[in-house]
């Protein structure tokens, strides 16, 4: 069911993104990179990433004039390891992301590489990355703790592990307005933009049925990461959870 709605959402996805967040979702993926702290050299993983968004940011900050300012041989060679490795289970999302790397001049870009898989079964190797995001994409996968324990898994020690998911607004009047606007707005807007009412309609309720942000922080922690925290944004709509392999 849900690789049906990702499958029928795929070419709208930015668009819809952009127009139910007010393109908040840029400055919260903006905030996610930015905590990630990205470096040349780096294996990263982003999982349930098929438009690229995130490892498009991650690329930008690697490749930055900041970066580059004290250049040489050794960096240079760290920029060639540099490897962002973009995996979802939809190969829909996959294209929409190449085809944006294409339009961005990035499709030759040996350092981005896109991967269909499960964030349930990863194929990836033991210790084998140093950064692990995941966004807007861990509450609809099957088993939470699958994915939380996956990528456990494949992070090197030291490895951070970062989830932007739209999460669960506390202050009451403001939940009234989300509310509203989840459940009457976003539908709506899905049928007019898109032609696609149910598929939206399941986007919210799956908000709804996610783990508040103290329980997933527990679940974080409990599949083995240490120094879990999350940080709030607009009030709860989104929340960043993090934590490290030690």
Known sequence: MVSNVFSNVASNYDLMNDLMSAGLHRLWKDRLVSKLNPFPGMKHLDV????????????ETINSVKHRAMQDVLEDNLYEETRIFVCDINPNMLNVGKKRALERGSGEEKSLIWVEGDAEALTFEDNSMDGYTIAFGIRNVTH???????????????????????????????????DYYSFSIIPALGELVAGDRDSYQYLVESIRRFPPQETFASMIADAGFQKVEYENLVGGVVSIHSGLKL
């Open 48 to 59: 349930a990433g098929g438009t690229g968004d995130v490892a498009f940011r991650i690329l």
């Open 144 to 178: 939470i703790e699958k994915v939380l324990a996956e990528a456990f898994r494949v992070l090197k020690r030291g490895g951070r592990f970062l989830c932007l998911e739209l999460s669960h607004v506390e202050v009451p009047i403001f939940k009234e307005f989300y």
